[in-house]
Structures are given as structure tokens and as C-alpha cells.
């Protein structure tokens, strides 16, 4: 799936359907779900509207047993040892805030 052609709320709307069919797959009803994380039912219905916080998702994606997909979803991005010397071994901290001459359509290298 092209996720760059969709709108923010398209995107969501899709994470919204794939946690509705994961818990589907785990034969789960939304009211049980919400009594496994402790979430209220309408943050459960919020969630797969593609609504909701983070850390609600992050309660349902570890009771759905998905947590280790977060490491797919945003790899670990690992600084270089070539980075690393350049800062005189401190981790970047700050963005400079100068532009990428890279196209700007084409997706972040590093976070």
C-alpha cells in the first residue's frame, strides 16, 4: 500500500480497519478487549475509527500480542560510528533545520 498517496485520515481510517481485523482474527469482541487492557469501550470503537492516543494503541498492540511489529512499523534508527565521531561522541540532540536537497516526496532516511 502507497501510504504517501493516502491523506492523514485515510491512513488512520487504515490502521483503525487492520487493528478491527487483527482483533477479528483473535476472536475477540470490542468488550472484551477493553476489559483485557482496561480501555473503556468507546476508546476501543475510537481506536478502530482510526481515533484515539497512543498509548491506548500501544495497550491494545500488547494485549493483540503486536509489539514486537513496532520495530517493522519504526525501526531503531542506529547512529553511524562515522556520526558518532563527528559529534565527538555525543548523540544528535537538535535538527539543524536545514533543507534536504533530496525530493521532498520521498521518505525520511533517518529520524
Same mark, same amino acid.
Given at each position: 500500500?502507497?501510504?504517501? #498517496?493516502? #491523506? ?6 487504515? @490502521? =483503525?480497519?487492520?487493528?478491527? #481485523? ?5 476472536? @475477540? !469482541? $470490542? ?8 480501555? #473503556?469501550?468507546? *476508546? +476501543?470503537?475510537?481506536?478502530?475509527? =482510526?481515533?484515539?492516543? @497512543?498509548?491506548?494503541? +500501544?495497550? *491494545? ?12 512499523? +519504526?525501526?531503531? $534508527?542506529? +547512529?553511524?560510528?562515522? $556520526? @558518532?565521531? /563527528?559529534? $565527538?561522541?555525543?548523540?544528535?540532540? /537538535?535538527?539543524?533545520?536545514?533543507? /534536504?536537497?533530496?525530493?521532498? !516526496? ?6
Amino acid at each position: 500500500m502507497d501510504f504517501y #498517496s493516502l #491523506s492523514d485520515k485515510r491512513i488512520a481510517a487504515e @490502521l =483503525g480497519e487492520r487493528l478491527r #481485523s487483527l482483533r477479528l482474527r483473535r476472536d @475477540l !469482541t $470490542q468488550q472484551q478487549l477493553a476489559e483485557a487492557t482496561t480501555l #473503556s469501550l468507546n *476508546v +476501543i470503537k475510537a481506536l478502530e475509527m =482510526g481515533r484515539g492516543k @497512543l498509548t491506548s494503541l +500501544i495497550a *491494545v498492540l500488547r494485549e493483540l500480542g503486536c509489539l514486537d511489529d513496532l520495530d517493522s512499523f +519504526i525501526p531503531r $534508527q542506529e +547512529i553511524s560510528p562515522l $556520526q @558518532l565521531a /563527528r559529534s $565527538q561522541g555525543k548523540p544528535r540532540q /537538535r535538527a539543524s533545520g536545514k533543507r /534536504r536537497m533530496a525530493d521532498e !516526496t520521498e521518505p525520511p532516511t533517518e529520524w
